[in-house]
């Protein structure tokens, strides 16, 4: 017989919530002063701050700054209960999620699980690539960069050396833009000095896009000048190519060329990451939940999803919104209200997207920015672009703490042109072993 | 056939250092105009800052803030060497560091391995408790803690709960006390906030020592204050107690008694972490090499031993020299000196201790402090001393970056009663299972 989860009942309605990103925060704050039960489950007990997990990857600055513990986030909202668990189905007949700690009865159920790295089937892909959805795929990356080159130290055939000194990234979405940019950096001002004995200008650093433009979804003027800035610095950019294969040392592309690295990272794409336990005519392509304009998921009356797994269709947005932290932010704040008037029996306020815009950063006094101020256009590139990106994505930081952290590494990461997180701590990804057919020559 | 790690010889006399903690980063440092190639070996890339290491596991600080890449710390040392390696044995007919990478070969070799967690032959002692000797074992304790607190909010049974919000540390010196304290700073302050689901009040401390008085080495007055601060903030401490057996749940000790615990704190001791390859005779009680007053392995000519795996028997220290930073630092900084005059055949001078003094924090405003300052004897208990350990600390630490970080933590801390970090990320010690035989009662 099946187990309940040990919470005590206050009484009030329970609005269960799955998953803390950007939507679920949002609209566990919303709830505060709700005459409801907020049972938020995530299978972490932080939140991430995904925006600026590239930079934990790249050493610019500490997993520990952008993530931020639940229980402490809602310390003081008396009606916040957390659970950490994972979510195995739900049942929506006896209105139950079944999770590792046990059973959790729900009054409304909120699906804010987010999205998952979309390898498109291709299995081979997900064992050797490196993914970046998670801090620990962060973490990874940064390790697996580092420990490339201290073994990279030990060889002098150029293949071999090429393999663990060139990096694929795959995607030219923000993710992609922004690590590709980040690389570069680090190529120019830090990692020669750590390893002066490597020569870095054989480091290649390669972006493919299946598309005819990079951060396609911005402007016209984003997608030229990020492209014009990455060139630049240097990175090799393959517009109109996708990746057939990667066997973890060898990409071929579409064309039947080739590349040779152990280190591919995949940004190309994400896909809702549903439950189980919905009516499967409920899930649209891409694995999100089609719901109406309040967020209810079709077929439901108690069930809602919002942020990436949801797929609100409407004209202006056939393919549901961009899954993007500003409309996981926006829904996850009106469902609140929302949840609050359905169990009043009052009208509900239908979603409307408000699109703030987009930025992306690429390098040092490098970003594009489109904004939406007063109904208005702006967009720039460059500095002012630059400055306008730290400034949002600071204040964006939750906890005055981690943004005192993160504000002290990016002053002191810019003025010394030094970024002091080069650490190997944790797990890194195995790649495949140095063949024994590599030389190793006595040279001491 | 054996191969040889690729390092490019500067065709100087190789200084091959193994181990990058306290002793072989001041023996790096001090040969930095050294005519000689400086080779460092550890299996990390970067210095532990092992002080603070406790405030890791307590959430305290970020565990990127005390450890230092050497690679950067030596980023203006033209003669210096880095290798990621772990070393397996040496060969001294041969003059050959056998690694992970290859074999190094080495003109002047210096032990500086350190310390590790002595278990005194337990070793189901050994796999059940959680060490306190590096990064991972901090960041596991972290993890550990934050878990149990999750885990026991599905739990009823008293003895159950018991066992996972009760903690038993073992071994009275400097860490032990260090560790008890931070707990009980959270335990009043922070995990109640956090957890107003559990009743804290229920939630023990424990402190094991096997003598009679905590921070042994230190002055009587440290040592009676420690007590009595740590029994004030409501520590249960086990004086003249051993302990016998820890299954994972059951602590027995040499009295009978029994604590229910399934996260016990190892620090009741360390040992010599010597490599593989030296002469048997040269290996004294408690796994250290014996060297003469310069430091040198007794049987070798060109081989040395600094910092704790070193033991320099003199009159004045008939068991060694305490194994704490300051007999490291000195050494190494001493042997950079030693090791130019040796080559140059010039006179080499004999190492004398300068003891600076100890100290310990207990808590918030609480520390004890014996210093020597200008040959006087200065002991501080209390806020005073509170503020020389911070200071001490924070200078200390390597690396600007660092510091500026663990300021700002500490700052934050002391002024909010809070510590931030408190993220399960990265592994835990997998702890006993709870058994089946716990009532999940249905409460929801």
Redesign the interface.
Known sequence: MA???????TGKP?VVIIGGGFAGLELVKSLRNAEVQVILIDK???HTFQPLMYQVATSGI????I?H?F??VF?SQKNF?F??AEVQCIDTQQRLVETS?????YDYLVIATGATTNYFGDAQMEKNAIAMKS??DA?SLRNTI??NF?RA????DEEQLNSLMDYVIVGGGATGVELAGALTELRKHVFP???P?LDFKSMDIHLIQSGGELLKGMSPEASKKSLQFLEEMGVKIWLNRRVKSYDGYTVTLDNGETLITRTLIWAAGVTGNPVKGLRPESILKGNRLKVDVYNRVEGYDNIFAIGDVAAMITPENPQGHPMLAQPAIQQGKLLGKNLVNLHHGKPLTPFVYKDQGAMATIGRNKAVADLKLFKKDIRSQGFFAWLIWMFIHLISIV?F??R??VM??WF?NYF?Y?S????????KQENIPITETIT?????
Do not use: C, F
């Open positions: 187990k309940y989860a040990r919470i005590a009942s329970k972490q007990n932080y500490e997993a520990d700054s993530v513990p229980r402490k310390e209960y659970r950490m700690i046990g059973l959790i009865r801090i620990d973490i580092l420990d201290e130290l030990q060889l002098d000095k750590d390893y004995e906890g703490r981690n005192l952290v002290t590494n002191w010394t030094d002091g997180n080069r650490l190997i701590v944790g797990k190793h020559k006595t040279v001491i």
